[in-house]
């Protein structure tokens, strides 16, 4: 899945491990992330919600 429909998504849920293997851990990718939608963290997994 391209980055591009994950942002289009109204809602979108995956695991740290998935999103570490996608993304890498970097700091910055998840500022990134933040920066065009915000991202919660819960129980160990990673929602992104896009603006």
Do not use: D, Q
Request: hydrophobic share 35%.
């Amino acid at each position: 899945m391209s980055k591009n429909k994950i942002m289009k998504n109204k809602s979108y849920l995956i695991t740290k491990k998935e999103y570490s293997r996608r993304y890498g851990v970097g700091k910055t990718i998840i500022e990134m992330r933040i920066a065009n939608g915000v991202l919660i963290e819960e129980k160990g997994k990673i929602k992104i919600i896009p603006k």
